[in-house]
């Protein structure tokens, strides 16, 4: 049989080790949450007239090096989502269906991620948009989405000036969406 006392002092053992953890992380988290404070200098994203230096990323699927600058006269929408994001997850269908009439009208996109190249597989398993994803680093995540704010894109002219850029499903984002259903019902005439 087991002692009483014995396991009392187990109980205590764990309660006490459960809350010097709580009080580690609680700590850890106030810390963390003091030294990162988003200033308000720091935009949400690119502000529309800025032109995009050149950058380099790789293309998930082929592996390859590329680049603007490789894309002369096309322009850019470049999609900024999150494995971890349920909205993200919700937006895949939409951003499925315009894809081809995107590459209809000339637009190139772009899922531009930092994430790992196992956890883009999984959350874009079986869907278009792997071919359209674009590793980037740290350094040009941050320049061109400084908060990492998703759902979100950049729309790009083909002079690399950002026309607009923002969450997905804004005004700017269905005023896209709207010209790529008149495309396509265009195209089908």
């Given at each position: ?27 850890r988290l106030s810390r963390l949450s003091l ?134 499903g804004d005004a700017n984002w269905l005023s ?14």
């Amino acid at each position: 049989m087991i002692d009483e006392s014995m396991i009392i002092w187990v109980l205590l053992t764990v309660l006490a080790f459960a809350v010097a953890l709580n009080l580690f992380l609680t700590f850890r988290l106030s810390r963390l949450s003091l030294t990162t404070q988003f200033s308000e200098d720091i935009p949400l994203m690119l502000p529309a007239g800025e032109i995009v230096e050149d950058f380099n990323g790789v293309s998930l699927v082929s592996r390859r090096q590329v680049s603007l600058n490789q894309t002369d006269s096309e322009a850019f929408v470049f999609l900024f989502l999150s494995s971890r994001c349920p909205t993200c997850r919700s937006k895949l269908p939409e951003l499925e269906r315009i894809l081809p009439t995107a590459n209809k009208a000339g637009v190139m996109m772009w899922f531009l991620s930092v994430e790992s190249v196992k956890r883009l597989k999984r959350f874009l398993k079986g869907s278009e948009l792997l071919s359209h994803v674009v590793l980037i680093d740290e350094k040009t995540s941050e320049y061109l989405n400084p908060r990492s704010n998703a759902p979100s894109y950049i729309f790009l002219d083909v002079h690399r000036e950002v026309q607009a850029s923002g969450n997905i499903g804004d005004a700017n984002w269905l005023s896209f969406m709207n010209q790529m259903d008149e495309i396509e019902i265009e195209s089908s005439k």
